[in-house]
C-alpha cells in the first residue's frame, strides 16, 4: 500500500516562497512519474508539474521560471519549490505518484496574500 503525505503549506505574502514536500510510503519503482497538482477555489484540479525518472521535467506556463519540482527517490521525496508567489497560485496542492497504481496525497493549503 502507498501512501502520499503532503507538508510545507501555509500563508505567505505576494512575491514570497514557500516549499512543499511530499513523502511518499511504500515502494517507488523506477520509471515512476511524479507530479504536482492544484485546484485552486471554484476550480477545476490542475496539472503544474511533472518529473520523470533521469530529471527530465513539464512546466504548466503560468509556473515556469517560478516553480521547481524535484524528487530524491532515495529518500522517497517529492519537492515543490515555489518563488515569486501571486495571489493567483492560492489553491489546495497535492502531490500525485504514477506508479502500478496511481496515489494521491490528501493536500495542503497554500493561501497567497496581496
Known amino acids: 500500500q502507498v501512501q502520499l503525505v503532503e507538508s510545507g503549506g501555509g500563508l505567505v505574502q505576494a512575491g514570497g516562497s514557500l516549499r512543499l514536500s511530499c513523502r511518499i510510503f511504500g515502494t517507488i519503482f523506477s520509471g515512476d512519474v511524479m507530479g504536482w497538482y492544484r485546484q485552486p477555489p471554484g476550480k477545476e484540479r490542475e496539472l503544474i508539474a511533472q518529473i520523470f525518472t533521469g530529471g527530465h521535467t513539464n512546466y504548466q506556463d503560468s509556473v515556469k521560471g517560478r516553480f521547481t519540482i524535484s524528487r530524491d527517490d532515495a529518500k522517497n521525496m517529492l519537492y515543490l519549490q515555489m518563488n515569486s508567489l501571486k495571489p493567483e497560485d492560492t489553491a489546495v496542492y497535492y502531490c500525485?505518484?504514477?506508479?502500478?497504481?496511481?496515489?494521491w496525497g490528501q493536500g495542503t493549503q497554500v493561501t497567497v496574500s496581496s
Open positions: 500525485r505518484l504514477w506508479s502500478q497504481s496511481n496515489y
